[in-house]
């Protein structure tokens, strides 16, 4: 088995995989590469030339023809958002960026209230309309699309495609932390992944009192969103880089670590992120009705506390 690595979309991303011996590590390397610079050169809001940036600077009023992949990105997230009542928008790019977790300088204060309601009538993911014919998106003005909550699981399902049309059945793909597995490790056992306690450090999980749960992963994925590394703190309180679309603010409640299972990574990616702004109490009745595999890790008053969803607490037993 061979374990390939790179870096994309401002993280890394590893492959784990048993390769043909047909080509070399450094071509299996080129071609997974390829795959995900296609999608941070379509879907970055750091890279001022991607198809997504260039949407966003759109005069108001035109309709912007994208790739296919991207306009696939950009459909899948306003579904989310429609489904979820915006929860989830992923217009919500001004009020990321305002509150310092976006492509400029970080915050070490909130925004002005002025400064909030600014941003605030740049979100909208209604706002927007899609032209499947042509796979146009109508740029109303001043709409700032922010695809980082899903872009991340979609280069892992196409890294995963790209491997399954070269002829490798058994794989396990991250990017940023977000993973898919499909067969098995040489040795036949199932690819197994450790959902990490809030505050470990990237990496450095060293002792399985550090994990929360021990997941299998065989054709299926998990993304998992934290609120404790991109963060700032004024006066005791800390705001994290969540921030509800609904409110402007930061998500308000006591979550540490969201994690998703689904079908495939594009899928859980967002999840994440609609759970962590639900919240457990909400997020849990939304995995319900849906048959969401879900995992909220809490902080609190004596530690970490978990929450499970039916469906992922039936994920563990297979």
């Not at 991303?13 to 390829?34: D, F, K, Y």
């Not at 912007?64 to 306003?78: G, S």
């Amino acid at each position: 088995m061979q374990t390939l690595q790179g870096e994309t979309m401002g993280t890394t991303w590893c492959v784990r995989a048993v390769l043909p011996a047909e080509l070399s590590l450094q071509s299996w390397r080129a071609g997974i590469q390829a795959t995900l610079d296609l999608v941070d050169g379509q879907m970055s809001t750091y890279k001022p030339h991607s198809a997504l940036s260039c949407f966003n600077a759109a005069h108001a009023g035109s309709w912007q023809a994208l790739p296919a992949e991207c306009f696939e990105v950009i459909a899948h997230a306003l579904n989310v958002a429609r489904h979820s009542g915006g929860a989830y928008d992923p217009t919500v790019g001004p009020l990321v960026n305002l509150w310092g977790f976006g492509p400029g300088a970080p915050r070490r204060e909130p925004p002005s209230e002025e400064a909030i309601a600014v941003a605030r009538e740049r979100v909208g993911w209604w706002k927007l309309k899609l032209d499947a014919a042509t796979r146009s998106v109508y740029q109303p003005g001043g709409i700032y699309l922010d695809l980082s909550s899903v872009a991340k699981g979609y280069g892992v399902d196409q890294v995963g495609r790209y491997l399954d049309s070269v002829g490798v059945g058994a794989w396990l793909v991250e990017v940023g932390g977000e993973l898919k597995g499909q067969g098995k490790k040489p040795d036949g056992a199932p690819w197994r992944i450790g959902v990490e306690r809030p505050g470990a450090a990237v990496g450095a999980v060293e002792r399985m009192d550090q994990l929360s749960q021990v997941v299998t992963l065989s054709g299926r994925a998990i993304a998992t969103s934290g609120d404790y590394r991109r963060q700032f703190a004024v006066g005791g309180r800390s705001f994290s880089h969540h921030i509800d679309p609904r409110t402007a603010q930061p998500v308000p409640h006591f979550v540490g670590s969201v994690s998703v299972m689904a079908r495939d990574a594009i899928q859980a990616d967002p999840m994440g992120t609609l759970m962590t702004v639900l919240g457990p109490v909400h997020g849990l009745a939304y995995a319900r009705e849906h048959e969401l595999s879900v995992l909220f890790i809490l902080h609190g008053k004596n530690g970490p506390e978990e929450r499970l969803s039916p469906a992922f607490a039936e994920a563990l037993r297979s």
